[in-house]
């Protein structure tokens, strides 16, 4: 075992330690079922029937964008159960023990992925149910699901470092709720974002959620030729920018949750 | 003898608040030193720094032969340690419980699981090993979080506050476990608010207030510390509990404890029964009835009393803010 495989070992036992807990946990499991299936059915029947998308039907549009805004939910568990942790005496024996300091929270995210793993496909399924569909070959539709737990895990960083310098789960909640609503609604993922008043446009455009969408969109060929794509550059070459943004926001949050789960631990 | 544990002049300051103000102890191989003092006294910041859960502002200490803040690495899988808040997950059975220690410990996973349901067995938790700790009694709950202190086998143990909270039953088990740990010749470091508890399971004790270390020694060379015996007399009458101040105020030889609920009068004298005598004479001129008299030797209480200058219960409340800040 060495420096660079220790983190990763102990990291997987804390995650089997997190999966066990999401197991035991029916309302954790519950509504990372329920969720999805009520968002689909959701807006795909309130807003679908309001909501017309040029060239296409407005579920294959939405569900990519639908997919994007479960992820960055999901993601919050991270944060969320880092914070319950935090109040216990757990963290003081992991702090204890001769292991990684990064491997309390490789243990978090990658059982949160897990967990994003299952509602993303409860999600599919749900989709499949009310018409939507791939159009493009069984690998480009992989990628696409690959993306999107890409995005889940980097972002699951992010709200683990927000949660480690909050440290309470309200003011968590709070600021995770305050972030993350703006940031999936001023976005394409509901709707055509071009049609948007100018200085709402550009931040639709330029939002990571937006390109995420638009990635997934083109992955799974829910696009329409009828339906002209932004010209903003992020929109332009979505999958090789989204990439860039999980590349940035791992190269960021990780160390960055990292220093501060060691200064808060510590004090 | 070797020292296990080891430290001189720890600092530790949060804000304006000095936690430890020059902390300093030294533990034998195979002995037992119990941290005594009332909440806020810095007995669990001490432990915190000794387990490398905190680094101090100043000072330096070696446990296990590792230093705390250079070797802290090493020092991890030397030491275990079992704190005031149990440190256990409470959705995990008992069983996976120690067995996720077992692998952080990088035991591999036979011999996690191996050695948890040996530790299972020993704290007489083999029925509820495969129940969810969420179920457990607080007695239950800090054996198996000791349990977690022993996965493996650490040469030195460090518990921080082991009983407090429980049942009287429920700490009476607790302390037959721990007292046969000891006999194995681990090395221990435990803090209490419990005079009791410090004189039935420590070899040595050290009186901690403010920061730091008043006075060590066993119970007895302490309790001789604060002088021979004491001579208790309870009276009929509030109003005559003035009196038999100033009547024997002569005879001590420290502070006299007045307790108005109980109507008696603690004075700290060199010879227990001759002074007796004499103080039941001397009450008699007065006219003053004596309900209760007798010779007894001065508790840990006395002895914290005589040493800090107050009770080692008495201002709980307003450190307990304090304590919460610090262990937070």
């Known amino acids: ?267 | 003898m070797t020292d296990a544990i080891v430290a001189e002049g720890l600092v530790k300051k949060y804000g304006n608040v000095t936690a430890l103000d020059g902390m300093g102890l030294s533990v034998p191989a195979g002995t037992v030193l119990a941290l005594l003092g009332p909440n806020g006294a810095g007995k669990t910041t001490t432990v915190r720094v000794l387990t490398t859960l905190l680094q101090p502002d100043a000072g330096r200490a070696v446990v296990a032969g590792c230093d705390i803040v250079r070797d802290a690495a090493r020092l991890r899988s030397l030491i275990g340690m079992s704190g005031q808040y149990a440190a256990v997950d409470d959705h995990l059975t008992g069983a996976e419980n120690l067995e996720m220690v077992g692998r952080l410990y990088h035991l591999g996973a036979k011999r996690s699981k191996k050695r948890a349901r040996e530790l299972l067995e020993r704290f007489d938790l083999t029925d509820a090993a495969d129940r969810p700790v969420k179920g457990y009694s607080g007695g239950m709950r800090r054996r198996i979080d000791l349990a977690g202190a022993l996965v493996a086998d650490p040469p030195v143990l460090f518990l921080d506050e082991p009983t407090t909270g429980l049942d009287p039953r429920a700490r009476a088990q607790l302390w037959d476990v721990i007292s046969e740990l000891v006999a194995g010749g681990s090395t221990l470091l435990l803090t209490t608010q419990y005079m009791e508890e410090a004189d039935r399971l420590a070899d040595q004790i050290m009186v901690v207030d403010q920061g730091r270390a008043i006075a060590q020694g066993t119970a007895d060379q302490l309790k001789d510390r604060v002088g021979g015996n004491r001579i208790e007399l309870t009276v009929t009458d509030r109003t005559e509990l003035e009196i038999t101040r100033q009547t024997l105020a002569w005879l001590a030889v420290g502070a006299m404890q007045t307790d108005a609920e109980g109507l008696s009068v603690t004075v700290p004298v060199t010879d227990g029964p001759e002074s007796l005598r004499q103080a039941l004479g001397r009450l008699a001129e007065q006219g003053i009835r004596v309900r209760d008299a007798g010779v007894r030797r001065p508790t840990m209480d006395d002895v914290y009393l005589t040493l800090t200058g107050h009770r080692v219960a008495e201002d709980r409340q307003h450190t307990d803010a304090q304590d919460q800040e610090i262990t937070r």
Do not use: C
């Open chain 1, 1 to 267: 075992m060495n420096a660079l495989t220790l983190p990763i070992i102990d990291g997987l036992t804390i995650a089997k330690r997190n999966a066990i807990k999401i197991k035991r946990s029916p309302d954790l499991l519950g509504a990372a079922v329920m969720f999805p299936i009520v968002f689909v059915l959701m807006f795909a029947y309130v807003f679908g029937s309001v909501i017309e998308v040029p060239g296409m039907s407005y579920k294959e549009f939405l569900l990519p964008g639908i997919f994007v805004q479960s992820v960055i939910i999901g993601a919050q568990t991270t944060g969320y159960t880092l914070t319950l942790d935090l109040q216990k005496g757990i963290f003081d024996r992991f702090r204890s023990l001769p292991i990684a300091r990064s491997a309390v929270l490789i243990g978090q995210t990658v059982s949160d992925l897990l967990m994003n793993i299952s509602t993303l496909v409860v999600m599919a399924l749900m989709g499949l149910v009310v018409g939507w569909r791939v159009h493009t070959s069984p690998l480009e539709a992989l990628a696409g699901f690959g993306l999107l737990l890409l995005f889940a895990y980097a972002f699951s960083w992010v709200t683990a470092t927000v949660a480690l310098a909050l440290r309470t789960p309200e003011s968590f909640n709070n600021v995770a709720t305050m972030v993350s609503f703006p940031l999936m609604f001023i976005s394409n993922a509901f709707i055509d974002a071009s049609k948007l008043p100018g200085p709402l446009r550009l931040v639709a455009e330029w939002n990571p959620v937006s390109t995420f969408t638009q990635a997934a969109r083109e992955l799974f060929g829910n696009t329409s030729t009828a339906m002209k794509t932004s010209d903003a550059w992020p929109l332009q070459h979505a999958v090789p920018v989204s990439l860039l943004w999980i590349a940035i926001i791992l190269i960021v949050f990780v160390p960055l949750a990292t220093r501060l789960y060691k200064k808060t631990v510590s004090s």
